[in-house]
């Protein structure tokens, strides 16, 4: 079955709720429907080292999640906005993950290569597009390929005060994008991994 793994990149540790763990779940949900599995990890909930390397040492939890991510077809990358950027956290999963270029398959691909990403982002400030232009960028470079209309997002009116998860329902256009970015995550998952990249040249 086709898999996909959530990185929840909230600020807020469990229990706190958190918008970007439900537009995460929503996503999972969708994804759901088309035959995809998915699992969510709150990255904050675990000691996640900085630095780019696979393993950083001592407490490091990065390897477990990043074994969840290798063992994923799907990776979304949910974030909220902070003074319209991805949380730090984010940025810090993109900074680790940059450690697969270094780790490649049989066929001497980066080990990403074949994997689909997809991004999430909730806040009550302007940023979406930039935080999901930043994401995929990062995710490319790493070996993820992005499907059509590969995100969702919801940000309130300017200077807003709500959260996502406070809403009474799922605006339609949200849902629309969600489903919309998961049929097709879902599809180009599955195109992957019948017919995967070719070989790449031997170094």
């Not at 290798?70 to 949910?78: G, P, Q, R, V």
Request: with cysteine.
């Amino acid at each position: 079955m086709t898999k996909a793994l959530a990185l929840v990149c909230t600020l807020k540790p469990s229990p706190a709720p958190s918008s970007s763990d439900v537009l995460a779940r929503q996503v999972l949900g969708a994804l759901d429907r088309y035959g995809v599995a998915g699992d969510v990890i709150r990255v904050v909930d675990h000691d996640v080292a900085p630095g780019v390397e696979r393993d950083m040492g001592g407490a490091d939890e990065w390897p477990r999640i990043a074994d969840a991510v290798e063992a994923a077809d799907i990776l979304l990358i949910s974030t909220p906005t902070w003074l319209g950027h991805m949380s730090s956290v984010a940025q810090r999963v993109l900074e680790r993950l940059n450690a697969e270029l270094s780790q490649t398959d049989d066929a001497n691909r980066p080990a990403m290569v074949g994997k689909v990403g997809m991004c999430a982002v909730v806040g009550n400030e302007d940023g979406a597009h930039k935080i999901i232009a930043d994401v995929f960028q990062g995710l490319n470079d790493i070996g993820f390929t992005i499907g059509a209309q590969g995100s969702t997002y919801w940000n309130d009116e300017a200077m807003g005060g709500r959260d996502y998860a406070d809403l009474d329902g799922t605006p339609t256009a949200v849902a629309t994008a969600t489903e919309s970015a998961a049929r097709n995550a879902a599809h180009l998952a599955k195109l992957l991994a019948g017919a995967g990249y070719p070989d790449y040249p031997s170094k």
